[in-house]
């Protein structure tokens, strides 16, 4: 009997990774491909109230991909892909996020698109496929997009977005806005977490000219639980930083509410944090008006502040 196909996103999977990989694993099976989801990492707070309301079954968890057969959702690069990834067999990848590196032997499909989630991308697949969302599948497909796009407010925002958000929420029964409070006021949970547990809980890693950066979120309607405990916070970086070989650690604790976020910053590289940023950290800490996208509005930015660096 051949193994399955694993439908996995990034490692501190969020809950557009999740909601992607089940809702991905049901159209393959329906056009009758052996694949099932699966997880890199543990679910955060908004990400376990998404599969409670909707009665879905947690994805088992993946640790080691080595000699398996996956499809990523959500992500390309190796440093944010599953352990054992690059011994792995990757057949496909869903992504809405900048190219990051990696190599098949084979073609492949690669559906990129510059939306505002990976959801968006996978509601046109099952159109593509001329299959039926079921009400189960419309509320985890909206559950994505409105995780990733902070209900519709953040810069990454298309209008496709947003036609897809009110469809998948006529289908759901549910009224986007309402239901989208819900998903925010489950982020504020975060600062019930232990400082590694909060740096770590949404933390991406990139490559940037060779130097490993890591770039953490945390999306919350109450941004003190994480900046009154600072020190520890910033402590926590540093550890990271030193286990993981990181150039900076970089963290932004965004306000969904005032639409703003502050950012942490650890590591040896802050100097070059602060020329990609245009802004300058004291204690570690500075703050960023109108910035609420990693990938938008700061991973290009350090990706040129750390190119011409090294250039």
Same mark, same amino acid.
């Given at each position: ?32 491909? %052996? ?16 599969? #409670? ?20 959702? #959500? ?8 352990? /054992?990834?690059?011994?792995? $067999?990757? !057949? ?8 990051? /590196?990696? $190599?098949?032997? @084979? ?23 001329? @299959? ?37 929420? #006529?289908?759901?029964? !549910? ?27 949404? *933390? ?9 950066? /890591?770039?953490?979120?945390? $999306?919350?309607?109450?941004? =003190? ?5 600072? @020190? ?8 990271? !930083?030193?286990?993981?070989?990181? +150039?900076? *650690? ?14 942490? !910053?650890?590591?040896?590289?802050? @100097?070059?944090? $602060? ?7 004291? %204690?570690?800490? =500075? ?16 990706? #040129? +502040?750390?190119? +011409?660096?090294?250039?």
């Amino acid at each position: 009997m051949s193994e399955p196909i694993y439908v996995v996103g990034h490692q501190q999977p969020d809950t557009d990774t999740i909601c992607s990989a089940i809702a991905y694993a049901r159209l393959k099976k329906k056009q009758g491909a %052996d694949v099932v989801p699966a997880r890199a990492g543990p679910l955060n707070p908004e990400t376990q109230f998404v599969v #409670d309301r909707w009665d879905v079954e947690v994805p088992a968890r993946l640790d080691d991909a080595a000699g398996e057969q996956l499809i990523l959702v #959500d992500h390309n690069e190796y440093s944010q892909t599953v352990a /054992g990834a690059e011994k792995a $067999e990757i !057949v496909e990848i869903i992504d809405h996020h900048r190219l990051g /590196g990696i $190599e098949t032997s @084979e073609p492949i499909l690669f559906r990129n698109e510059p939306v505002g989630s990976t959801a968006t991308i996978l509601t046109q697949l099952f159109d593509d496929a001329n @299959e039926t969302i079921t009400t189960q599948t419309a509320g985890l497909l909206l559950s994505g997009i409105l995780s990733d796009t902070v209900v519709l407010r953040s810069p990454t925002t298309t209008d496709r977005d947003r036609t897809v958000a009110g469809r998948l929420a #006529d289908i759901a029964g !549910v009224d986007y806005e309402a239901y989208g409070t819900d998903l925010l006021s489950q982020k504020s949970k975060i600062g019930e977490k232990s400082p590694r547990e909060m740096v770590l809980s949404d *933390f991406k890693e990139f490559d940037f000219d060779g130097q490993h950066v /890591g770039i953490g979120q945390i $999306e919350t309607v109450e941004p =003190s639980a994480v900046l009154d405990q600072q @020190e520890a916070v910033v402590e926590a970086m540093n550890e990271v !930083v030193t286990e993981r070989d990181n +150039a900076v *650690f970089l963290l932004l604790v965004t306000d969904l509410l005032e639409e703003d976020s502050t950012a942490l !910053v650890a590591g040896p590289e802050i @100097e070059l944090v $602060e020329t990609g940023l245009d802004t300058t950290f004291t %204690d570690h800490e =500075s703050f960023l008006p109108g910035v609420m996208s990693r990938k938008k509005q700061v991973v290009p930015l350090l990706e #040129d +502040a750390f190119g +011409a660096h090294s250039a």
